[in-house]
């Protein structure tokens, strides 16, 4: 098949590639860059687990062609963090225990990370619009919902918040 050339800045680093004309940004991030923290569930744009930041909006990476990004800004869930530093939003998921198969995990941290971009301090409303898009099967979303809320704003009477403080158990 016919490919083409785009060229992409993926997690800060520009990319020179060559795609085919029904690549998704999906299959490029994931097969061509090696990039798996982006998941694939449905395929279909229902579930969020594929979400990226396409120039700091999140977008279905299923439902996103190669070419239509190209000369765009890419972030996936491989540039949150610096080096071994985990970004706040990551470490509140650890500290709220947000994670349990961790599926949904890349897909709802790029959703509120493009939200707490805009937002730094959203209520329980804005963080449940922001993340309606992305499906998770295990958590019940409470924990997910509290670790996007206390990300950059911990809460006084939150017990993960506080264990994060004294560097006690999150159990
Ligand atoms: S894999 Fe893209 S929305 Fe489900
Ligand atoms: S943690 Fe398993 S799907 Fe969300």
Redesign the pocket.
Known sequence: MQTIEITLNVNGKQQTLAVSSNDTLLEVVRDHLDLTGSKEGCGEGVCGSCTVLLDGHPVRACLTLALEADGSAVTTVEGLAQGDILSPLQQSFIDHGA???????PGMLMSATALLTGNPSPDRKAVRHALSGNI????GYAKIVDAVEHAARPAPGCPDCHAKDTGGSHD
């Not at 994670?99 to 995990?105: A, H, I, N, S, Y």
């Not at 998770?136 to 958590?139: I, L, S």
């Open positions: 994670v349990q198969c961790g599926f949904c995990t998770c099967r295990c958590t």
